[in-house]
């Protein structure tokens, strides 16, 4: 009977209390708090480096597209026949298929069909004074940046009138919905704030000196009635 009793107290021992089992529960419940938020951040920079890495791919494929086309930048549809990202997709050593998903930003809305991408182009590259040459530069500007799912079109700074509110947070989509990524034409990435990607630099207007080149004159030409200097987003 001594022997049965010590067993059972031993396993009585052993066991926890509901209070023990209370304060596991919570600490577990703390750690959880904790680590949660820090994982979603981890994430989240991750995906805005693979979209700083998608960017920069397309940069260097546009420049080395200049560079066997007499120092023409691969622009929109609108210049020269062909869109973009068909221009410059065999230079990004890829098949037809994997390259795709150079053209779209993890953090972005899944586009519909093959034929839509996240990111495109300025409308700026191939207007005057630039006119899509690479020779005719005075600074770096926005190439290609996270947009709205479209067809391969030409991208405005975020702060054209003609863009809705679900366009604009789809541009800026990195940093709790603040930044928005974009590649230059020296192929350098940048996660632009709001003023940044939304600046024009028409005459009047003041930096940053983001998507156009001094004396293009695109700021209120009656196309377009975007401010005449930069405002911050607000998503």
């Not at 930003?105 to 700026?124: H, M, Q, R, W």
């Not at 996270?146 to 700074?157: I, L």
Request: include cysteine.
């Amino acid at each position: 009977m001594k022997i049965a009793s010590c067993t059972l107290r031993q396993r009585g021992a052993s066991a926890f209390t509901l209070i023990e089992l209370l304060t596991v529960i919570a600490i577990i419940g703390i750690l959880a708090a904790i680590l949660i938020p820090v994982l979603g951040h981890v994430r989240e920079k991750a995906r805005t480096t693979q979209c700083l890495g998608n960017l920069r791919q397309l940069g260097l494929a546009g420049l080395l597209y200049a560079g066997n086309n007499r120092g023409m930048l691969p622009a929109g549809n609108w210049a020269g026949g062909g869109n973009w990202a068909e221009k410059i997709s065999p230079y990004l050593n890829l098949d037809k298929v994997t390259a795709r998903s150079r053209f779209n930003c993890p953090n972005a809305k899944t586009p519909a069909s093959d034929l839509e991408t996240t990111y495109s182009v300025s409308y700026f590259l191939d207007k005057a004074p630039l006119n899509a040459r690479t020779a005719n530069l005075t600074s770096h500007i926005v190439m290609y940046a996270d947009a709205h799912v479209m067809q391969y079109d030409g991208v405005w700074p975020w702060n054209r009138a003609g863009y809705s509110q679900d366009q604009r947070r789809q541009m800026f989509r990195h940093n709790g919905g603040t930044r928005q990524n974009a590649v230059f034409t020296d192929a350098s990435v940048r996660s632009m704030s709001g003023t940044e990607g939304g600046a024009f630099r028409g005459e009047g207007n003041t930096p940053p000196n983001n998507w156009a080149i001094a004396g293009m004159g695109y700021v209120n030409n009656g196309f377009d009635t975007n401010p005449s200097s930069p405002q911050d987003f607000s998503p």
